[in-house]
Nanobody, 115 residues
Framework: QVRLVESGGGLVQAGGSLRLSCAAS????????MGWYRQAPGKQRELVAR???????TYADSVKGRFTISRDNAKNTVYLQMNSLKPEDTAVYYC?????????WGQGTQVTVSS
């Protein structure tokens, strides 16, 4: 069964930190790029960060220098370390995998940053 399960969201003050985790079933994690997206109310879902199977990373300009994506291949888990959080980072964060062009999404985890 294909599964992506996010955790780690919550409420934090501006300037604070959170770490999101996404546990994936092995069938979609191994050998595939993984990504974190977010969707704020009234806005389109956007790519936040992506990591390939060999660890190459890309980031949205808005989070560069503040967020770090990483993966633990032994645990089939991808992480998003978020530092220096801003109110505009408030959104539902989703884990994504797209092996062979088929998109899989987690249920999402809410991140709320208060000013």
């Amino acid at each position: 069964q294909v599964r992506l399960v996010e955790s780690g969201g919550g409420l934090v003050q501006a300037g604070g930190s959170l770490r999101l985790s996404c546990a994936a079933s092995g069938s979609i994690f191994s050998g595939n790029a993984m990504g974190w997206y977010r969707q704020a109310p009234g806005k389109q879902r956007e790519l936040v960060a992506r990591i390939t199977s060999v660890g190459t990373t890309t980031y949205a300009d808005s989070v560069k220098g503040r967020f770090t994506i990483s993966r633990d291949n032994a645990k089939n888990t991808v992480y998003l370390q978020m530092n220096s959080l801003k109110p505009e980072d408030t959104a539902v964060y989703y884990c994504n995998a797209a092996p062979l062009g088929v998109n899989y999404w987690g249920q999402g985890t809410q991140v709320t940053v208060s000013s």
